[in-house]
């Protein structure tokens, strides 16, 4: 590599960056709409827009405001959402129930949705931690989470889901095997062809709090929140094991979450397993660029310069609340 480079003078690497045709020319990443993955929250109740304190500019909504914001999306291209749900407090049970309901808020929210809009991709969390009382992604037992009962449920969580509508099952939990189990169950029930979208590397991230605050499962977590599944910060080659596993197990697709903190773990995923990868760019660092821009402190131009360091990591996508603004700006 070093003797192609060349030598100053007669190479000036400025050169290239002189003029904005040039600069145009010489870039190595791009982003459009097609990168963009929008999550929206959903609530119970009619015209509600509700806004999420930590999270500035981001609502939660009823189903009929909901589809307002996927009409926007449609309109800028974006080629999927990711929905979660706030359910209220007196529909939570220690074993989340609800989730298997085929009559919840994300089923009904999918069946309008696929009825207005059916070409927008719908993703779907697969994880209990809306809908317990506890905030865990998984059923406690002796004061543990239990792996292997906590699958049963994920299964015929993703069945209701699938059934209303809902086109990628994201399982969200970091449970052992879950992946697989889900994968068995849709192909015996006949749809082999949903996708899988793993949350693979999910890190036990300081930088979900506005997120558990949009959904209301923060307040119970106990002294060990959820270290007990979801991943080590200080870890990289458990990474590895961990989308290999998914993608034996038969996931489509993995993420990597939260986004910024991890570039480097989607850079290797990406080297190492070629999958399509995609980054998570969570509410935290979400609440941390918009509110610096609000307070004047950073300029707006830091949005694009962030889903690009996805793209430059090797991303294939982003999940992102800045989805529709960025969509936005990118058309024009
Ligand atoms: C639930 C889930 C979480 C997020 C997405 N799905 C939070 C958690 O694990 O507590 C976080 C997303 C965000 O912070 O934007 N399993």
């Not at 070093?2 to 982003?31: D, H, Y």
């Not at 506005?210 to 458990?238: H, V, W």
Request: proline content about 4%; glycine content about 6%; overall charge neutral.
């Amino acid at each position: 590599m070093s003797n192609i480079q060349g030598k100053f003078p007669s190479t000036r690497l400025r050169r290239n960056r002189m003029r904005e045709f040039s600069r145009r020319l010489i870039a190595e990443n791009n982003l459009s709409s097609n990168d963009l993955i929008l999550p929206l929250f959903v609530c119970e109740g009619n015209n509600v827009e509700d806004p999420i304190l930590s999270m500035p500019g981001v609502n939660r909504y009823s189903i009929n405001k909901l589809l307002k914001k996927v009409e926007d999306a449609v309109r800028l291209s974006i080629p999927a959402i990711a929905i979660f749900p706030q359910i209220d407090t007196e529909l939570k049970n220690a074993e989340g129930s609800l989730a298997v309901d085929e009559n919840n808020l994300v089923c009904r929210s999918i069946k309008s949705i696929k009825k207005e809009f059916s070409e927008i991709g719908i993703i779907c969390d697969v994880a209990l931690d809306p809908f317990t009382n506890h905030g865990h992604d998984g059923l406690v037992i002796d004061n543990k989470i239990d792996n292997d009962k906590t699958l049963e449920i994920l299964e015929k969580q993703a069945l209701v889901q699938v059934s209303a509508g809902c086109d990628v099952i994201a399982p969200s939990d970091m449970m052992d095997g879950r992946v697989g189990r889900i994968r068995k169950s849709l192909d015996n029930n006949n749809f082999q062809d949903t996708l899988i979208l793993s949350y693979a590397a999910k890190y036990a991230s300081g930088f979900y709090g506005p997120f558990r605050d949009a959904i209301g499962s923060g307040t119970n977590l106990g002294k060990d929140g959820k270290l007990t599944y979801q991943m080590d910060p200080s870890n990289s080659d458990e990474a590895l094991r961990e989308v290999a596993f998914d993608i034996s197990e038969g996931a489509d697709m993995v993420m990597v979450k939260p986004g910024m903190p991890y570039l480097d773990i989607i850079s290797k995923i990406k080297s190492e397993f070629k999958v399509p990868t995609f980054a998570y760019q969570v509410s935290g660092e979400y609440s941390m660029i918009k509110d610096s821009i609000n307070k004047g402190w950073l300029n707006e131009k830091v949005v694009l310069e962030s889903l690009l360091s996805f793209k430059r990591a090797g991303a294939n996508g982003i999940l992102t609340y800045f989805a529709l603004e960025m969509a936005e700006k990118l058309k024009k």
